[in-house]
């Protein structure tokens, strides 16, 4: 019997691995490890992928934890989006318990959208790991960058096309009009953010260093010693006294970060903290890209003027 069940799962193993091209029997199931990607790859792929994500909008994605519900939804994908520059590295273990040759490094269905984008706050030779950076190859928190979005919808088309190469003109249609729309709000965004140009903010952990720099704004500290070890009141004194010296107006934090320390810090310093979108589905109404983009905007231009 125990034999008999073993030859079973052996055999759906096989065939959910190697059977042909899973496309032709509906939509295809894709895997994103966070929610921006989730959200551009539906833009994407419109009716024809099935989008699940592995982590939610209001979690610390450096940290996830590898569950077996991953490994089921990873087991039966077609493709697997991930962010890259060891942002989401936690997936990798996930990937590879999962079994599936559709998405081990390497395969088809593997699609990195990392690729081509100009990587900021690249450590030098000295940084050390055991030192706890969690930014060793750079920083990773660049989706939400809208101006690095028609990059990763590129990667993303290139990806779903290798896994369907005959929809990928659908693909690149829907990609088409993604950026058009995108333009316009990029218009009105742009718009928004001229009247503080040139503000400083002080981030929690770096992550809208693409962001801030897209719209021309400078993160001058961040509350973080280094990215992903918690400020020491020393490092908090300096900032404080910083953001008093260059009348520095709002903190940047994440939802799943310590807000209390932030509003403290604010207090302090005479500023504002933001709890930001900083992935799509963090923070009410940051429903989609777009909507996320729009949300961080919003509260930058009201904050700073
Ligand atoms: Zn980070």
Redo the contacts with the bound molecule.
């Keep these: 019997m125990r034999r008999l069940t073993l030859l079973i799962l052996t055999i759906v193993a096989a065939t959910s691995v190697l059977g042909p091209n899973a496309q032709a029997a509906g939509k295809l199931k894709v895997v994103a490890t966070i929610s921006d990607l989730k959200s551009l790859t539906e833009t994407i792929g419109g009716d024809l992928v099935e989008v699940d994500s592995l982590t939610r909008g209001t979690q610390n994605l450096?940290e996830a934890e590898v569950r077996p519900s991953m490994m089921l939804k990873l087991r039966r994908a077609d493709a697997v989006v991930e962010n890259g520059l060891g942002l989401d590295a936690w997936a990798d273990v996930a990937i590879e318990a999962a079994n599936n040759a559709n998405i081990i490094r390497g395969g088809r269905g593997r699609i990195d959208i990392s690729r081509n984008v100009e990587v900021l706050e690249v450590p030098g030779s000295r940084v050390d790991r055991s030192m706890g950076d969690?930014?060793p190859q750079g920083n990773?928190?660049f989706s939400l960058d809208p101006g690095l979005a028609p990059v990763i919808t590129q990667n993303i088309v290139e990806g779903l096309a290798r896994v369907a190469p005959d929809r990928r003109a659908v693909f690149e249609q829907n990609r088409q009009a993604f950026l058009a729309r995108l333009e316009q709000e990029m218009v009105k965004w742009t718009q928004a953010m001229a009247p503080v140009k040139g503000a400083k903010v002080v981030v929690f952990?770096?992550?809208y260093v693409y962001f801030l720099t897209r719209f021309g704004l400078v993160q001058a500290a961040a509350l973080e010693d280094r990215?992903g070890i918690p400020p020491s009141p020393q490092h908090l004194a300096t900032v404080i006294r910083e953001m008093k010296a260059q009348k520095i107006k709002a903190i940047l934090v994440e939802p799943w970060n310590d807000v209390k320390l932030a509003n403290r810090v604010a207090e302090e310093a005479g500023a504002r903290a933001l709890v930001m979108a900083t992935a799509v589905g963090a923070v009410k109404g940051a429903d989609n890209y777009i909507a996320a983009i729009d949300y961080n905007i919003t509260a930058l231009a009201k904050a700073l003027r």
């Design positions: 450096h969690v930014h990773p928190h952990h770096p992550v990215p």
